[in-house]
């Protein structure tokens, strides 16, 4: 008999415990930068070294955090369920704790790509400089989704969340489009689980909707616990 299917879509407010910063501050800064200076490919293209530099600092970042108990709990899932994570978070916490199929829909901070080939993509955990190339001899930059730029997992996501028994939606607000429309591709009846501290759609917004107002750390264990017991 199949594992029932869980999908788990996860924001910033996933990693935020981990000692992340959120993508976007109340002022609209990104760690002091207007994001489309760092997060856009003009921006880019005005500062390249602005932009490289950023980067850097969020991987030096990366490289001295760890997963948080959400990120663990959700791993746990694995041994009862067929887990799938779809993630806005650039980072790799859920690898790190654990989950074994991730998809990340806005890149990844320890991968690099060719400007020329978005095709070649190389693991990366150290700084990235102008003149750090590609075999052909073309600049690499972050391998990252900027603001304007296509989202070539969305479809993949997209699938993977039509097959979900289970939906459970953690530290996203859901307003960053396209990756908010993902909700929609579950059947009516599939019973969703939002956990986030400050809860900004309501029960009756969805049929089979359970809002958990609390943190990752604080929210997810439980709701996992809950679930492998129903389940056992």
């Known amino acids: 008999m199949p594992k029932p299917k869980i999908v788990v879509l996860t924001g910033a407010g996933m990693s935020a415990e981990s000692g992340l910063k959120t993508f976007r501050d109340a ?30 600092q969020r991987r030096r970042q990366l490289l001295g955090v760890r997963p948080n108990q959400g990120h663990l709990a959700l791993a746990q899932l694995e041994n009862r369920f067929d887990v799938s994570i779809v993630t806005q978070n650039v980072d790799n916490l859920h690898e790190q704790a654990g989950s074994s199929h991730v998809v990340h829909l806005h890149g990844e901070l320890f991968k690099v790509r060719s400007t020329k080939n978005e095709n070649h993509v190389i693991e990366w955990k150290k700084d990235l400089v102008l003149g750090d190339l590609d075999p052909d001899g073309h600049q690499l930059r972050p391998h990252i989704v900027w603001f304007g ?35 929609h591709y579950v059947a009516p009846s599939i019973p969703i689980y939002f956990v986030d501290p400050r809860p900004n759609i309501r029960e009756s917004d969805f049929g089979n909707l359970n809002i958990i107002p609390k943190t990752a750390v604080e929210g997810v264990p439980s709701l996992v616990d809950d679930l492998l017991s129903t389940f056992s």
Not at 36 to 51: D, K, T, Y
Not at 150 to 179: C, H, K, R
């Open 27 to 56: 002022d609209g800064l990104w760690e002091g930068h207007d994001v489309m200076e760092v997060a856009s490919p003009q921006g880019f293209a005005r500062n390249p070294e602005l932009v490289l530099e950023f980067y850097n």
């Open 149 to 183: 730029e296509m989202v070539p997992l969305l479809e993949t996501a997209a699938q993977i969340t039509q097959q979900a028994d289970i939906l459970i939606i953690i530290g996203t607000s859901m307003q960053v489009y396209p990756a908010a429309s993902l909700v």
